[in-house]
């Protein structure tokens, strides 16, 4: 099925989000040139922000909706080096989208917060690992969360696409991202019940095209 089709479905069942038709289409593009670059997908958010981008890596690294049966060539290793167990193995992992939540390793979170800012925690994690093939997510209900708009200053610089899901206010992140999806509500809890359906179509369409 298409990104178009998809999307098509999306705003079928959330009339809401028809507004954010395009933006969705394009960062469902930015992500596959991510992917087929041999890129990283990296979230980064905070508090239930935090826990979306949890969930989206959750979405990326096994199978969502379809089953994603593992490149030939790994199968035939495994069976050849490992025998029974390497069959198992084989008959049993999935086919992964290499992705990451930002800060997500505590030690050095709580490390880099004690011993320098904790607003930078994103933006060191980011400058460590990243590269111009990848793909920064953003998720700020309000557009202007400071740690945020560190690590998307990263992000630009070194040449990744990024990517804001936000609420209808603009904010001051968007002035370093590719492509904004700025949902039509003000408060948080509602600008987050939209873009869990708009990840979940993302996923959705990405794992289509791959799988």
């Known amino acids: 099925m298409a990104i178009q089709e998809h999307v098509q479905l999306l705003v079928k069942r959330y009339p809401v989000l028809e507004v954010n038709q395009n933006q969705i289409e394009e ?76 800060g997500s390793q505590d030690a050095f979170a709580y490390a880099f917060s004690n011993d320098v800012d904790a607003d930078l925690v994103f933006a060191q994690d980011l400058l460590t690992r990243g590269t111009e093939k990848d793909t920064l997510i953003c998720l700020s209900s309000s557009g202007n969360s400071k740690n945020i708009k560190y690590a998307a200053m990263i992000g630009k610089m070194i040449g990744m696409n990024v990517i804001l899901l936000s609420g209808q206010q603009h904010g001051k992140i968007a002035d370093y991202t590719n492509c904004n999806i700025q949902v039509p509500e003000t408060e948080t809890y509602k600008i987050q019940e939209l873009h869990l359906p708009i990840y979940h179509c993302l996923c959705l369409a990405v794992e289509d095209s791959l799988f």
């Open 27 to 102: 960062t469902y593009h930015l992500l596959m040139q991510t992917i087929q670059s041999g890129g990283t997908i990296y979230m980064c958010g905070n508090g239930g922000s935090y826990s979306d981008g949890q969930h989206i890596v959750g979405e990326l690294l096994k199978s969502f909706d379809k089953k994603r049966e593992l490149n030939r060539h790994i199968i035939e290793k495994l069976v050849s080096e490992y025998a029974e167990e390497g069959q198992y193995l084989a008959d049993n992992l999935e086919a992964g989208i290499d992705s990451l939540v930002l």
